[in-house]
């Protein structure tokens, strides 16, 4: 078998191209969506990240712009300027930059965001919402996961899924909204890796999802025959950019896999975008 490819690329098109639409009649009723990204010093990494952001904003007829504040500022100060943010009705949307300067709180200040602005999903009470069972704003690479998954046609009822990773943004939220669709799911982290018993749980899975960040920890030959594989992982590997799966040898056995890059990550962005316009829906329709 060789694996049919989840274009994660061409759906996040499909997706930008309704958003861009939305815009439109969002405007029409005088609402209009402005995303603010705030980024504590210079940092070339995520320069790559707000550029793009802003392109993509101006695509779709968002404003956006980029508050940084110096390198040397607190918490206190990081919290008192997105407390402003929240205050003000012109800003429907913001995004915090990661990483923050050592000895600044992350999910401290994440959790100052006002939830209904909180386009990543990442303030505590838009993550207990996603355990409830009642999302409102999904973190944006489990919302991609989740699309991909529909993009392959499964009813994931009852259906055996792998989660390798647990971290807070992608794995652990990615679990729950697995859960409320009645998957069987295991989740998967270092003390699974360091027993040895990754290979084990990877080649039960009808459908396995991998966000770990270390270059083709999957071996293509623990991939189950006809499984949906989606690999989140980014990793630079002499110059290359590579996933956590073999994508090669595991193409041989999937049904369905995504490719890195063009999976995940531009679905990813396109959520994000989502997320701008359903935030700005929240607090103004
Ligand atoms: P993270 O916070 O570093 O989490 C990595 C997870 O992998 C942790 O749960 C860790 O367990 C687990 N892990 C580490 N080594 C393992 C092993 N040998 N076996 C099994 N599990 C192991 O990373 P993240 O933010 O979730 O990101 C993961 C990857 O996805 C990165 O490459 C990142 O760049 C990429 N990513 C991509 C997108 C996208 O849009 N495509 C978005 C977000 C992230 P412990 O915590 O127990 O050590």
Redesign the pocket.
Known sequence: MTAKILDGKSIAGEIKEGLKKEVESLKEKGISPNLVAVQVGENPASAVYTRAQQKNCEKLGIEYELHTLGQNSGEKEVIDHIQQLNQNGEVTGIILQLPLPPGIDTIKVQSSISPDKDVEGVNPANMGWVLYGKPKLIPC?AA?IMKLIETAGINLYGKEVVM????????KPTALLLLNKFATISV??????ERGN?PEYVKRAEILIV????AH?IKGDWIREGAIVID????RVEGKILG?VEFEKAKEKAAWITPVPG???PL?TAMLLKNTLEAAQLQKL
Do not use: Y
């Open positions: 690479t991609a390798v990773g647990h971290s807070d943004i992608v794995g998967c982290h270092i003390a699974t890796g990754l966000a770990v960040g270390k920890l989140v992982g980014i990793n956590d999976g995940v990550g990813t």
